[in-house]
């Protein structure tokens, strides 16, 4: 079996956006993984090995050979044993992790719909890490390295047709109301917040490839990503970290709490940060999200070292800008990577305040399952590093079917009207991008 070590290193100028979504367009790769981080983009491709979770079973896959088993106990745990168990080397891990995996930290698992699909990673073969300078093919053969040259190199078969923009404003879900009776919930002191979404079916299939190359033009993300893996499709433009774990141990999480419009002009931009940085229920929203995080770092963190290093600055992510903090601290050598991962998961702006009662809110007022909404895209390197990107600003597709997802903070002060126009305002980081499959 090919490994890691056989490379290939081409320096020359490249649009990594551009030369990554020929890999994924190319119809080389049945599963693949992009991922975009700061100055780098991933190709992961090919997988020699697999881990996927869901409420019945855990079934891996390495080199050809299957194992499936049934679990108990935590799902974080659960994974970290089963990537311990494979031969990975220097081999990195990618993949997703949905938001019902959260459930089996709040007690709530006995909620969700049997089986529930709750983690996918991969192993690639092959991996492509490119950046404006050049790229590096880590494993496969001197052949597949010749062709994975052309992709990245020569014009390819990238779709250019014509977006056909989605239409956000319909919801035959319910908004309002769900958000009415979620205030009147936190008004009877049950909770304090809670992220109520909605789901928009497109109505047609999707050129993924092409609607992630369109639409990153469109978006200023913290991470991007796109993947095919399984029967299930995504990409997008990841406004915030759910959790890091750097080679140095320090976790890292990033809460975005408070939104308002962006992209509309330098005039209304303007006013719409102003109207954000001094309106009182997106301080109030953005502060206990804060309060949260840095409690949640605190308890898998060396004593005294988790802390606030930058306090609610404003961050602009696509069509929309967020109130924005970082917190960090140092993992304690008494806590995993994965552990980290399983007390910031899901991300307090995406789930609420407190945790437990509303994931319980959610799992009873959302008009769907959330699957791979507001969960994670997940990296994992051979060092027990680990990074996990919050999965909004997105869209999905899978067994004939495509669709977008948004959500809005509900705290007491809120108004279901207002709330259903921010859904529509995150919306539009996507919407107006989509491309049609030819």
């Known amino acids: 079996m090919p490994t890691m070590e056989q490379q290939l290193r081409i320096d020359a100028r490249v649009d990594p956006l551009a030369a990554v979504t020929r890999l994924a367009a190319s119809g080389r790769f049945a599963e693949y993984v992009i991922y975009e981080r700061p100055d780098e983009w991933i190709f992961a491709a090919d997988p020699v090995g697999s881990i996927e979770l869901d409420t019945a079973e855990l079934r891996s896959v390495w080199n050809g050979e299957p194992r499936t088993i049934t679990w108990t106990g935590r799902p974080a745990t659960v994974l970290d044993d089963a990537l311990a168990g494979l031969p990975l080397g220097n081999r990195h891990a990618y993949g997703w992790v949905g938001f019902e995996f959260c459930a089996y930290s709040y007690d709530a698992a006995a ?262 909404y507001s969960g994670a895209v997940v990296v994992v390197s051979p060092g027990r590093h680990l990074e996990a990107a919050l999965v909004l600003r997105a869209i999905y597709q899978e067994d004939g079917n495509a669709w977008l997802r948004a959500g809005a903070g509900v705290i007491a002060q809120s108004s279901p009207e207002r709330e259903f126009e921010e859904t529509c305002e995150k919306l539009s980081s996507v919407s107006p991008y989509v491309v049609p499959a030819s």
């Open 111 to 372: 909620a969700l719909s049997q089986p529930t699909k709750l983690a996918h990673l991969i192993i690639p073969r092959i991996e492509v890490r490119v950046t404006e300078t050049g790229a590096t093919i880590s494993g496969g053969t001197p052949a597949e390295h010749d062709e994975l040259r052309k992709l990245l190199m020569e014009p390819g078969t990238v779709s250019h047709a014509a977006a056909a923009p989605v239409d956000i404003r319909t919801d035959p879900s319910g908004y309002c109301d769900r958000v009415a009776a979620a205030v009147a919930e936190i008004r009877d002191t049950q909770y304090e917040k809670v992220i109520l979404s909605r789901r928009v079916d497109v109505g047609f299939d999707v050129d993924m490839p092409a609607t992630y190359r369109l639409a990153r033009r469109h978006n200023t993300p913290a991470r991007s990503f796109l993947f095919k893996l399984g029967t299930l499709e995504a990409a997008g433009f990841s406004p915030e970290l759910v959790a890091s774990v750097d080679e140095e141990g320090e976790v890292t999480t990033e809460p975005l709490a408070g939104t308002r419009a962006f992209g509309r002009g330098d005039a209304e931009d303007l006013a719409a940060r102003i109207d954000l940085e001094s309106d009182p229920k997106e301080i109030v929203e953005h502060a206990v999200s804060v309060r949260t995080s840095l409690a949640e770092i605190a308890s898998v963190a060396e004593a005294g070292t988790a802390v606030v290093s930058d306090f609610m600055t404003v961050r602009e992510r696509g069509s929309v800008q967020h109130l924005a903090s970082t917190v960090r601290g140092r993992l304690s050598w008494r806590r995993t990577h994965w552990e980290a991962f399983d007390v910031l998961f899901p991300s307090v702006t995406a789930s609420g305040i407190p945790k437990r009662e509303s994931v319980d809110a959610i799992l009873r007022l959302d008009d769907v399952p959330r699957g791979l």
